[in-house]
């Protein structure tokens, strides 16, 4: 052995020696890629917003009201998370602190998102059997009412240049959901898909260029997308049973989604350019899997899982099939939703 590598060798073992004292952990081999994951758990009694680290270390209750606090969503600068909290919209820094209640209204607000330069919320609002979208700017609470037609308009989602707001409706058909969009500009709404069959769980690619979603055909659905804004529709993948939840890749070149398989829901990843599709997650029956979002560098998925007998979040690792174990606190743990940084 050489006297340089017997020095190397030396000091890793220094190194290692004073991480012990200071009681630090070394990163698990594989676990080199560190963000914030926020879920809803009941393990309080009420449903409430945690928050955890990627390493599975650092479980925070972030929220502590007396009613049920649900639908995490992080800035995109990742500082920042909005929830609903008794049908009002509240917002919070991502370490619980500085707790601000947004909407104080007697109706329900749902499904609330961030612009992409993180200085407005988009959401629904349901009032008198209507429900509506609403945009308000975050630092004055001012709101502007996008839609006004009878029926639901909901789900909001901004286009990634801000401009536009994708959302789904039922306001031409009781019996259909449909696509539409709404000009923040000009105020102009349109549908922009005129399929005589539902779309719901729609998604944006990071590039704006393509919608995708969830074509329901009675007891099946299927994964579609349009082309934006030539709103040409393609098939992503068919098959019997339920199919959605379609997520894109931080890159835009794959979707996460979940499919049905002998009454079990398992999460498979689509390369959109070649139509492969791979399945990430246990064959068993019984087992389920829900809620897939990616990690900021698109190399890992979060979901929940019900293996363990009761729902926890689990973090994939894309290049080694490793799955590690997010949350065990006693209570179910659903709906996680990866940080942007």
Not at 70 to 94: E, K, L, M, T, V
Not at 156 to 178: K, M, Q, V, W, Y
Not at 182 to 194: K, P
Not at 235 to 261: H, K, M
Request: hydrophobic share 35%.
């Amino acid at each position: 052995m050489s006297s340089s590598f017997r020095c190397l060798l030396l000091f890793a073992c220094l190194v290692s020696l004073l991480s012990c004292e200071k009681g630090l952990t070394p990163p698990s081999p594989g676990v080199d890629t560190v963000y914030t994951v926020a879920f809803e758990s009941s393990a309080s009694g009420n449903m409430n917003i945690y928050t955890v680290s990627s390493t599975g270390d650092d479980i925070r209750q972030i929220t502590d009201s007396p009613y049920n606090d649900i639908s995490p969503c992080f800035s995109p600068d990742g500082q920042r998370i909005a929830y609903i909290s008794n049908y009002d919209i509240f917002i919070c820094n991502a370490d619980g602190t500085g707790k601000t209640r947004l909407t104080d209204t007697p109706y329900s607000e749902h499904g609330c998102v961030f612009s992409p330069d993180g200085n407005s919320i988009a959401f629904s609002r349901e009032e008198s059997g209507n429900e509506d979208i609403f945009v308000m700017d975050i630092a004055s609470g001012e709101e502007r009412r996008l839609t006004t037609a009878s029926g639901r308009d909901f789900k909001p989602l901004f286009t990634p240049d801000g401009e536009t707001i994708i959302f789904l409706s039922d306001r031409d058909s009781p019996i259909i959901c449909a696509l539409y969009s709404c000009n923040l500009s000009t105020g102009e709404v349109e549908r922009i898909n005129h399929s005589l069959f539902s779309q719901l769980e729609p998604d944006i690619s990071p590039s704006g260029d393509m919608i995708a979603f969830r074509k329901v055909f009675g007891a099946d659905s299927d994964i579609y997308y349009l082309t934006y804004p030539e709103l040409a529709e393609h098939l992503l993948f068919d098959d019997s049973g339920y199919t959605g939840s379609p997520v894109f890749s931080p890159d835009g070149n794959s979707i996460a989604f979940v499919r049905e398989i002998d009454y079990t829901d398992k999460i498979y990843i689509l390369d959109i350019a070649t139509g492969d599709t791979t399945r990430i997650s246990d064959i068993d029956e019984g087992i389920n899997y829900a809620s897939p979002c990616w990690s900021p560098d698109g190399n890992e998925l979060v979901y929940a899982s019900d293996k363990s007998g009761r729902w926890e979040i689990y973090r994939f690792i894309l290049d080694t099939g490793e799955e590690l174990l997010l949350t065990d606190i006693g209570a179910s743990a659903t709906n996680p939703v990866a940080s942007p940084d």
